[in-house]
């Protein structure tokens, strides 16, 4: 199945600054998924990135402060927008792979970021 | 629209002896059912899947989960824990060709020596 590699892994950044997160995929996906895990909590869907058009956000998100880019089907970004320290969490990206007999969905190792 | 509820938040088991972890599911179509680890500072991985197929499904690592659609339940099980076992556990639903998952807020797995 597919290998997802995920940078940063981890990062300490100001509250007013952005930071891009970025996932490369080792094969070729359709759709690459985006989720946010806050402290003690369960993972959250933000949005869906397609090739070529663009992403979907889930109720809560919206693009200003979650931008996304999916320039091919290999790698996508998500931008945290102007961090305040609520936007402390694991961010993680995930893809449908084949697990017969239909798909699963694998996942970065993620990113920790803490803002301060 | 689907959710899921795990009945623990930690479960603790002595090494050696069974794992049970529960998990409910809410689910307005065929559902797809998952049960992924999250060992700390490492990503999700899948342990295993359920797709309308056999309703008991063997994963990695020695653990299965039975699906019981009568009491909407997908538990996992493990009849003999390892201290590698210790991790958080996710159960995830879907909807049968919806890609959009559900987790449940997670069990935390201790094994005691």
């Known amino acids: 199945s597919a290998v997802i590699s995920q940078k940063p892994s981890r990062d300490i950044c100001q509250r007013g600054t952005s930071l891009t997160i970025q996932c490369q995929v080792d094969?070729?996906?359709?759709?690459m998924f985006w989720y946010r895990q806050q402290p003690g909590q369960s993972l959250t869907l933000i949005a869906t990135?397609?090739?070529?058009?663009?992403?979907?956000?889930e109720s809560g998100f919206v693009i200003d402060k979650f931008p996304i880019s999916r320039p091919n089907l290999t790698f996508s970004t998500l931008t945290v927008s102007n961090m305040s320290p609520e936007d402390s969490s694991i961010y993680l990206c995930?893809?449908?792979?084949?697990?017969?007999?239909?798909?699963?969905?694998?996942f970065g190792s993620g990113t920790r970021l803490t803002v301060v | 629209a689907q959710s899921v509820t795990q009945l623990d938040s930690h479960v603790s088991v002595s090494e050696g002896t069974p794992v049970l972890l529960r998990c409910n599911y809410s689910?307005?179509?065929?559902?797809?059912l998952f049960w992924y680890v999250q060992h700390p500072n490492k990503g999700l991985q899948l342990l295993l899947k359920?797709?309308?197929?056999?309703?008991l499904v063997k994963g990695i690592n020695g653990f299965e989960a039975e699906f019981k659609k009568s009491e909407t339940s997908f538990h996992l099980t493990k009849p003999s824990a390892h201290m590698s076992d210790a991790a958080e556990y996710f159960c995830?639903?879907?909807?049968?060709?919806?890609?959009?998952?559900?987790f449940g807020a997670g069990t935390t797995v201790t094994v005691r020596a």
């Open positions: 995930s893809v449908e792979v084949p697990v017969p007999p239909g798909y699963g969905y694998t």
């Open positions: 094969s070729q996906v359709t759709m």
């Open positions: 990135a397609n090739q070529g058009s663009e992403a979907t956000y």
């Open positions: 689910s307005s179509y065929s559902p797809s």
């Open positions: 359920y797709t309308s197929a056999a309703t």
């Open positions: 995830v639903v879907s909807e049968l060709d919806d890609y959009k998952l559900s």
